[in-house]
């Protein structure tokens, strides 16, 4: 097998019909001959410059709530669009009286804190440069400002490892940056730590660094579980290719960072520790779920909406599984990780606002194209606005103030819709390469480190066994052995 491509970066605006209409606004699509490179103001740079403008502008939409809507009730918070966590979690999870997460027992019926433990030390962390004078509203401001500045630093690092996961696609990372459901939803709660240490993790994954890649989202899961979900979709990659030494020191990794950050709250702490698992099993259906639309349109409560929501997600897996071995290709890393997520959010008991943002930069790198990009994102932003107004109409007594519960419905599957889309779209990709931008120059898995390039040694299919050739481009050809062993 032999990889020929150029060294010069990948212009979106190149091959992207809607990215070229939209640099109009800026002088239009840079020419082929453009002398590139030689400026302080990089692509990388450019990328998170925007991302902390978007970021900033999120801010600038939470104003509302953070004069005056967070205080003086529920509803003004809904009707503004403008609702966190972060305000509120302040006070009701004892952060405020200086209690430690995990070890205090809380008032109430939450009697510990119901998040993983590095996103509790994040959020500990913030309550100590948290100014402690003054009045309650305004501490609880200064909590949400610390945090949003925190949360501000893990968006450029996901930036940065958005834009610098493929070498020859750093652009691709505006799609991130870009993202309208970025903006809107980056300061309600603390996903953003999470994702940034998946986006580092898949950018050490690239790079051939399987323990630093372990060692990440072993960090990644401790603050939110999904990022645990990698590690299935390089068992069956690293399967395909017989890359086990690779994957077998990423799981280590994973499995001794992960142990480091949770056994002291474990032999400390244990029921704090276990809350967050707990909670998650005994949570019932809830907003934005496919369940909840069901048992709101059936009637039936959906008791075993656990045993539906893990068989689901697990049939979801398998299949994505299934696919990876009959694939004429090897599928990309970045691909199977936005479909494994993709999974487990459609199939998740909850799906709140800020869930959008696990996808995002797995998006950018799975599917770099802005027609697609924005056809959700467009669904997305109409669940962000369904579900605020459906509780600004549920909060506003007689005034019926907001979306009644069929709008509220209608959001729902526009969301599932829009995410369902853009599943295809990658599916489609995976089974037809040669729809595939990232590889039209030639290039395997950008994002596959150890994988790319590298031959199958199992397939479950013919159509994996025989010879595939890459999509050329201007004139480049590579020709793709399978090489499979016997």
């Not at 323990?211 to 899961?221: C, D, K, P, Q, R």
């Not at 819709?417 to 599943?423: D, G």
Request: aromatic share 12%; glycine share 8%.
């Amino acid at each position: 097998m032999t990889k020929v491509h150029e060294d010069r970066p990948v212009l979106p605006t190149q091959q992207d019909e809607v990215a070229a209409a939209g640099s109009e606004l800026i002088g239009g699509p840079l020419g082929r001959h453009a002398r590139l490179g030689g400026h302080w103001l990089t692509p990388v740079r450019v990328v998170v410059l925007v991302a902390l403008g978007m970021f900033a502008l999120g801010m600038v939409q939470k104003l509302p709530c953070y004069d005056w809507a967070w205080f003086r009730g529920a509803g003004s918070q809904y009707t503004h669009a403008c609702y966190s966590d972060i305000p509120h979690l302040y006070v009701v999870r004892g952060f405020a009286d200086g209690l430690l997460p995990y070890f205090d027992k809380l008032p109430g019926d939450m009697q510990y804190l119901e998040y993983p433990v590095l996103t509790g030390l994040f959020m500990e962390i913030a309550s100590w440069l948290t100014p402690g004078g003054g009045a309650m509203q305004h501490r609880e401001q200064m909590y949400w400002m610390v945090n949003a500045g925190m949360l501000m630093i893990c968006a450029a690092v996901i930036a940065v490892c958005v834009a610098r996961t493929h070498r020859r696609r750093p652009w691709d990372a505006l799609l991130f940056a870009l993202a309208p459901a970025f903006a809107l939803t980056a300061t309600i709660n603390w996903d953003l730590l999470a994702i940034a240490l998946t986006a580092a993790a898949m950018l050490m994954w690239s790079r051939g660094r399987a323990l630093a890649f372990g060692v990440l989202i072993g960090l990644a899961t401790a603050a939110k579980l999904y990022p645990v979900l990698l590690l299935g979709v390089l068992f069956v990659l690293c399967w395909r290719a017989g890359k086990w030494w690779a994957f077998a020191v990423a799981a280590l990794g994973a499995a001794g960072s992960w142990l480091v950050v949770n056994l002291p709250v474990m032999a400390y702490a244990w029921d704090g520790w276990t809350k967050f698992y707990t909670f998650s099993q005994e949570r019932p259906i809830d907003f934005g779920s496919v369940w909840l639309l069901i048992s709101q349109r059936t009637g039936n409560p959906l008791e075993g909406a656990n045993t539906y929501a893990t068989g689901l997600t697990v049939l979801l897996c398998a299949g994505i599984g299934v696919l990876t071995l009959t694939a004429p290709r090897r599928p990309r890393f970045a691909q199977l990780a936005f479909l494994v997520v993709a999974a487990f959010i459609l199939a998740n008991k909850v799906y709140s606002p800020q869930y959008v943002l696990w996808l995002i930069p797995l998006a950018a790198l799975a599917r770099p194209r802005w027609r697609d990009f924005l056809i959700w994102q467009a669904g997305e932003v109409l669940y962000f606005l369904g579900i605020w107004f459906y509780l600004a109409y549920t909060t506003s007594g007689d005034k019926h103030q907001g979306l009644p519960l069929e709008g509220y419905q209608l959001a729902i599957a526009a969301h599932l819709l829009a995410t369902l889309y853009l599943c295809a779209v990658v599916v489609r990709d995976i089974l037809l390469p040669d729809r595939d931008v990232v590889r039209r120059d030639g290039s395997d898995d950008p994002s596959g480190g150890v994988l790319d390039g590298a031959p199958d040694v199992f397939v479950l299919s013919d159509a994996a066994r025989a010879p595939q050739d890459a999509a050329p481009s201007e004139g480049q050809r590579v020709d793709w052995g399978m090489n499979l062993k016997d």
